[in-house]
């Protein structure tokens, strides 16, 4: 066994040991030097840690190698420079899938689990708008905004934080999309192997995904929603906060006009970015060169194009039921409000309250 080997195994050792967080965590390693000398030492202590056994670890190590993963430590030189600057960070990461991608710059999309279907578009409008910049999307995995943010990520680039192990998917409806964002992207969580995703986990699993970012955009959330505690890490971590304003009278909006009274920046369109972020902006010239190598993707492009033209026959200025052009047209509703997204940019068509209808400019 080389030395390496084994700093790697006391260092998972150590984290993984019950009642060692991450500020316990380097607090030891700033004790005694390193996590071989912490483990020798912990029986001294006062408090109650229970050590995690290097079978266990050794175990976990095989079991992500068979995954196809790997494990990250905070005291790799690849571990994301982000992440590294705020309190308290995960002294291990699991990651699967393409891993430059922790080294780029990188933006949150977070919002409602029950989105309406105007937030969901126009999350996903952003997540192409803002990865045009190359700029990678980060976000949770969830339904609603996070699926949407990820879905329209896929071409430019996205991150998945999971909160259980990086082998649970979760929630099972989004099965596919992990396996797409494994294809394209990456998926980072800060559990071990085969651990199901806790109602605990998921504030953790927030904080990375404001770690991992510049910035964080929030779409659409109610009071309650976790995305704020996204929105909250984000401040603590000296990151900035948009927030897209939504009705008075959506309770799912009410999160988010809070964050604006509270000191967020408003984001109605990918300009509010741009202007907190100038040196990450693209030339017209740029942009067209980033759309024009996106849409190498030949077969999506050309079903795309065909929703497109099928959609523009089928409406007229009377507004009907996205979810009707769906049924009708009988092809994947992720593809039929991407072409949405399309036409409503180019002002071919207008979409209010989840009906669409040909535009009246």
């Known amino acids: 066994m080389t030395k390496n080997t084994q700093d790697k195994i006391d260092w998972l050792r150590l984290a993984r040991s019950e009642n060692v967080g991450p500020i316990t965590f380097f607090r030891l390693i700033k004790a005694y030097g390193s996590a071989t000398k912490a483990l020798k ?13 290097e079978e266990k670890v050794r ?55 029950n989105a309406s279907l105007n937030s969901a578009n126009f999350a996903r409008s952003i997540s192409v708008e803002v990865g045009n910049h190359s700029i990678i999307i980060v976000s949770g ?17 996205t991150i998945g934080v999971i909160a259980g192990g990086i082998n649970n998917i979760y929630p099972k409806e989004n099965e596919r999309l992990y396996g797409r ?16 995703p806790k ?3 998921f504030i953790q699993r927030n904080r990375l995904i404001s770690g991992l970012s510049l910035a964080t955009i929030v779409v659409e959330a109610g009071l309650k929603s976790g995305s704020l505690s996204t929105a909250r890490f984000a401040t603590e971590q000296g990151r900035e906060v948009f927030s897209v304003p939504g009705s008075p009278f959506d309770l799912r909006c009410k999160g988010t ?19 907190s972020f100038p040196h990450l902006r693209k ?12 849409k190498k993707d030949n077969i999506v492009d050309d079903e795309i194009r065909k929703i497109r033209e099928e959609i523009l026959q089928k409406l007229s200025h009377t507004p009907v039921e996205i979810d009707e052009i769906i049924q009708d047209l009988q092809v994947s509703s992720n593809l039929v409000n991407i072409a949405l997204i399309e036409l409503e940019i180019e002002n071919k068509i207008e979409i209010n309250f989840g009906k669409v209808a040909i535009s009246s400019f």
Do not use: W
């Open 199 to 201: 109602s605990e986990n």
């Open 283 to 294: 030339s017209q010239t740029q942009l067209f060169e980033t759309k024009t190598e996106i």
């Open 41 to 53: 030492h912990v029986s001294e202590l006062r408090g109650k840690i229970s050590l995690c056994s």
């Open 141 to 157: 995995m969830a339904r609603g905004i996070d699926t949407a943010a990820h879905e329209a990520a896929l071409k430019n680039g």
């Open 181 to 196: 964002v494994i294809d394209s992207g990456l998926i980072v969580s800060e559990a071990p192997f085969n651990a199901p």
């Open 59 to 113: 175990k976990e190590l095989e079991e992500i190698e068979s995954f196809g993963a790997e494990i990250l430590l905070f005291s790799d030189e690849n571990y994301p420079q982000l992440l590294r600057e705020i309190p308290s960070p995960p002294p291990v990461l699991t990651i699967k899938g393409e891993k430059s991608f922790l080294q780029r710059n990188s933006v949150a999309i977070v919002g409602a689990r």
């Open 257 to 275: 006009n809070r964050l604006i009274k509270e000191g967020a920046t408003i984001f109605e369109n990918i300009e509010d970015f741009l202007d």
